[in-house]
């Protein structure tokens, strides 16, 4: 080796002009975004807010700054309309030293659904969805003439059959779970999120699948080495192992290997699903069959590939689950937090229900419009998706109002990154009057339905809207009907204010939706 490469004194002098050039080149980076948003103000941070260096890197501000260093992944969860307030308008720009491009957040709702019902003017960024389709590309995350076909095969899955099915499977399930909770006075309860978790679990396997599991698990079929219902339950909890980890690296751990079998189960559970409902007719109306039946007899004659059908199975397995069992728990933790908005809701079920438990029939649904605010009020507050990502086809001029009622023009070029900051919107106090104040009154009457979008909106709104809001609606008459929902005391929490109480029942993280964190409760039977 050279004497020169040896010195250490000249790997510090290269280190030093290497990071020197580097600074230089994302400060010019940073100012030529800084001349593309025209000076828009907003959110500015050394990494942005799309990078996968947010999951690993600490949150904060630089010292002594508004700079962040990193915004984090539970930015717009946390902060909601912090930045659109600094900024005193609706629309703000975020730019980054990292060399990423800049782009426009949007809280303003006639913004939002303008976005939302031009989609060939602002697209779907499906490069970001790319985790969704591990089992092949779905109606989420397809964009043109690929998502229509997949839209206008998925679309009759959501029958009036299937929102029947959806009910009769979370009266049987919860009746279920009851049974397994027992007739005593309390029920302690350490996690209330992981109750959910299960429930939506089993009523996405039934009315979803057609397949009803029990609470308590039993043993595989032959052939499989998981039941159904495990291998859910892997792919459920463990999936962002599955997406970051490379698949000849799976086996390297216990977990991730189980992970693994989580997958190639569910794929052959899935197949022999598909096989055996296309040789055999029954009055189906899950998901599943629906899917399939959708499939074989399309008007125009189009049709997805068997891997397809997985990719919007695994979709209906995401979006049934998660995005319920999560919006379920803050709820619950919710109601245990704000008794009399409890007590509210139980004297409505008993108005509404004949059933002296608080179990409606299908046909009592439409009178419990408070059970469906209380949800609505749980989604607004803590939307499961905080961005809904577009990207920009064409030059464009968005219009919105600043603080003061004076217009805002923004011009955006083509392919920026154009998001609705979902929390934001939600606790836009020109839309929602206190915002951070739990209300369910607010959904009673007129409200601002532009300014609510946690099942997104336009062409593109969740096809199972409908499917969440029965199932809400259902376990929350049942549960309240039957339980009074308190926050479980513990003794290192005794003198705890109720701010403090209630940030820690509330408490979430953010991967791909909001998580709830830990929601301990304890039910007391009504007598």
């Known amino acids: 080796m050279s004497p020169l490469y040896s010195d250490p004194s000249y790997w510090l002098l290269g280190g030093t002009v290497a990071l020197v050039l580097l600074v230089i080149s994302s400060y010019r980076s940073y100012r ?5 948003v025209h000076g828009t103000p907003g959110i500015r941070s050394l990494i942005s807010l799309i990078q996968p260096a947010i999951f690993v890197i600490p949150a904060g501000k630089i010292p002594f700054t508004n700079f962040w260093g990193t915004p984090g992944p539970s930015y717009w969860a946390r902060r909601k309309y912090e930045a659109f307030n600094d900024a005193e308008q609706d629309i703000i720009s975020a ?26 003017r602002f697209v779907k960024p499906v490069e970001l969805y790319d985790v969704l389709n591990l089992f092949g590309h779905n109606v989420l995350g397809t964009e043109g003439e690929q998502w229509r076909v997949h839209r206008k095969i998925a679309a009759p899955s959501f029958t009036e059959g299937n929102n029947r099915l959806v009910y009769e499977e979370t009266v049987v399930a919860l009746d279920g779970l009851f049974e397994i909770w027992g007739s005593g006075d309390t029920v302690d309860i350490n996690n209330f999120a992981e109750v959910t978790f299960a429930f939506a679990l089993m009523i996405i396997c039934s009315a979803g699948f057609g397949m009803r599991v029990p609470w308590i698990d039993t043993e595989p079929p032959p052939g499989h080495s998981m039941t159904f219902k495990r291998a859910m339950e892997v792919i459920s909890s463990d999936i962002l192992l599955k997406v970051i980890v490379p698949r000849m690296f799976m086996n390297w751990s216990k977990r991730t290997a189980i992970v693994e079998s989580g997958f190639i189960e569910l794929q052959q559970y899935i197949r022999e699903m598909i096989r055996d409902r296309a ?7 899950d998901l599943f069959s629906n899917l399939i039946s959708a499939n074989d007899n399309d008007s125009e004659g189009l049709s997805l590939l068997d891997e397809e059908l997985m990719g919007n199975i695994f979709i209906f397995l995401i979006a049934g689950h998660e995005t319920t069992a999560h919006s379920l728990a803050f709820v619950i933790g919710l109601l245990a937090l704000y008794p009399d908005i409890q007590e509210k809701l139980y004297q409505h079920i008993r108005k509404n229900v004949a059933d002296p438990y608080g179990t409606p029939t299908y046909n009592e649904i439409p009178a419990l419009n408070y059970c469906l605010a209380v949800f609505y009020e749980g989604l607004r507050m803590f939307p499961l998706v905080p961005v809904i990502p577009k990207r920009t086809t064409t030059s464009e001029t968005l219009r919105s109002v600043n603080r003061k009622g004076e217009p805002v023009v923004i011009s955006i070029p083509k392919g920026i990154s154009v998001n609705l900051a979902v929390p934001a919107l939600h606790y836009n106090p020109r839309y929602w009057p206190n915002p951070d104040k739990f209300e369910p009154e607010r959904f009673l009457g007129d409200w601002p339905k532009a300014a609510f979008i946690p099942f997104s909106g336009g062409p593109r709104i969740c096809l199972g809207k409908r499917f969440a809001e029965i199932e809400a609606i259902v376990a929350l008459a049942k549960i309240v009907g039957r339980y009074k929902i308190t926050v479980k005391e513990e003794p290192q929490y005794a003198n705890e204010t109720f701010e403090q ?3 820690r029942i509330l408490h979430l993280r953010c991967f791909i939706t909001s998580t709830p964190t830990r929601i301990p409760v304890t039910l007391t039977r009504r007598k």
Not at 32 to 36: D, E
Not at 96 to 118: G, K, T, W
């Open 32 to 36: 030529k975004s800084l001349q593309l």
């Open 95 to 120: 730019v980054s030293a990292d060399f990423s491009s800049p782009m426009y957040f949007i809280a303003d709702a006639d913004v939002a659904q303008e976005i939302m019902a031009n989609r060939h």
């Open 501 to 503: 109480r209630r940030a």
């Open 279 to 285: 040789s055999s007719y029954r009055d189906y109306s």
